[in-house]
């Protein structure tokens, strides 16, 4: 985004907030919105009613905690045990939010309001808000993530809905290849968000630590490869720091 | 229902499945970031420590869906889901990180398998 300092200024709450839904025009929600189709697709598979499919798009909104809720319904788990792995899965909404928040807080932002806007966080807004919120008047930060973020939500909510009901039977092929989107979509833009090299660094060592992590701890790979790997991304990336003062 | 289990034989209990399994353990998650949030300052050590972990455990989920996937996805063969990848990262560097081109590079790995392996 390219804004002069005075038409930022300029702008109104209400010009935040259509701006902030002209975002979804962009590249991440639109091929986010692509991921959302083969989501539809995994539902009708799932055997669950379309009104359930959109229910849990609004809802839950990230895409991990939904595709892992659906695994759940389809092996028929228990309910404790579908809640404990969504949680597992959905613990890194924290950390993320914790980022988020000095981003997206200005003076007068009230806490009822961000705990509204945390709702619609998932990886696609997070990157998103990440990657623009330095452009962005710091009071008008919240009105400019909640134009986008709330929109996209309802956007692809409608669109779970209608997808599944247009869609008949999706060949597994072109269900699989709209699946790949996702991890294409995530790799390269969380590469391009990062703000150094320890967001590069997080980003090949949680993926360098999942094969291990399958094999030392199934059902909580994910965990232990994004926390484990995120450690390692953090020290290694002290020690070149320090190397670099150093020299 | 006794079970707990998700069934669709009383009408309201997947909508109440769904908020206790899904809605309920994920949000949770959310709420306990902005409630913390406010005690963290974002240049400290704790916040960019927060930010790699949660960095780490998307790229988790990226390596879950190219190495163990699931589903459709698990009907292409593994090296055409990391070529895919290679080539979707590759095509993004090349072209002055456009993440349209390296989803497009990415699709036509697979596609060009696909076109392979209905041929063959």
Redesign the interface.
Known sequence: MMLSSSEAAERSTLGWILLGMKGIASPPALILTTAFFGFAGLCREAGISWEEAAFMTGMVWALPAKIILLGAITAGTSLPAAAFAVALSSLRMMPMVVALMPELRGAKTRTPTLLFLSHFVAITAWVFAMERMESVPRDKRAAYFGGFAVTLTAINTVLVAVVFNLMGQLPALATGALAFLTPVYFFTSLYGSARDITGRLALFCGMAALPPAHWLSPGYELLTAGIGGGFVAYLSARIIAARRSAA | MA????S?VVPWW??V??????????????????????R???TSEA??????????????????????????????PLPV?FG??AA??AA?QLSR????A??IA??LV??GW?LVAILI
């Open positions: 079970d707990w289990t998700y669709n997947p909508y499945f769904i908020l206790l399994a899904g809605w309920l353990p994920t949000d949770i998650w959310r709420y306990l970031g902005v409630v913390s949030a406010s963290i300052d974002e916040a960019k420590l927060a930010r790699t972990i949660a960095t780490a455990l998307v790229a988790a989920v990226i390596a879950q869906l190219v190495f163990f996937p699931t589903g459709a996805l698990a009907d292409i889901r895919s990848l979707g990262f993004y990180r456009r993440i349209l390296g989803i990415a699709e697979i596609g696909a």
